[in-house]
């Protein structure tokens, strides 16, 4: 069993955006809440598919275009093996290589890698882009596409997981709304990205 809380601390001391931007804490849970139901209806590995969820973008340098984002995570996860992280080697490569993929586009492959992308693609919406579900890999993706949008479009915040990972997540009153207003300003130059 792994120390969630530790971990998001560990990525937390070297995370650079702000913990409450379109690629921070709240998205990480909702990408983690995804990815569960996806697993529950495909069979993928749950603990890869939420370590995924706070490796993926936790050393992202840029909230735009961050080439190379993901492999960054992975490496992170990769580093704390051992101390903070603990799968075997089969299991390592399948979050390393969710985590270095997950912007690819990939619709195809093993089970838990496609849980693992579906869940941060369904919360495209909070950056302005309604997912296409035929961009989705998993059947389970594709059913929950209504629920998760709407979630991703409102940033909720699922109390229950940040409470699990030692998280209080306060945000000043309208914050959530001027976010809002930035995406529907930078939605048009977004639409072109394939994955969060």
């Known amino acids: 069993m792994h120390d969630l809380a530790a971990i998001l601390g560990a990525i937390l001391d070297g995370y650079i955006l702000p913990v409450d ?8 849970a909702r990408v983690l809440e995804n ?9 993928a590995d749950r603990e890869v598919v ?18 190379g984002h993901g492999l960054r995570g992975g490496e992170l996860a990769r580093s704390l093996r051992g ?18 993929l997950h912007t690819e586009g990939h619709t195809v492959g093993d089970r838990t890698l496609l849980a693992c992308w579906d869940a941060d693609r369904l919360d495209l919406g909070r950056v302005g882009i309604t997912p296409d579900p ?36 306060s945000a000043e009153p309208g914050a959530a ?3 809002r207003r930035h995406v529907r300003f930078q939605g048009s130059r977004a639409l072109g990205r394939r994955g969060g």
């Not at 101390?83 to 270095?100: W, Y």
């Open 83 to 100: 101390k903070l992280v603990h799968l075997d080697d089969d299991r390592f490569d399948l979050l390393f290589e969710a985590c270095r």
């Open 134 to 169: 035929r961009r989705l890999g998993t059947k389970a993706g594709r059913n929950l596409l209504a629920w998760a949008h709407v979630r991703a479009v409102e940033w909720y915040q699922p109390t229950a997981v940040l409470a699990s990972w030692g998280w209080k997540f």
């Open 177 to 179: 709304l001027d976010r």
């Open 35 to 43: 990815g569960l139901r996806i697993a529950e209806a495909n069979g």
């Open 21 to 28: 931007g379109f690629h921070g804490v709240a998205h990480w």
């Open 50 to 67: 939420t370590l995924f969820a706070l490796f993926h973008d936790s050393r992202r340098v840029s909230e735009d275009q961050d080439d």
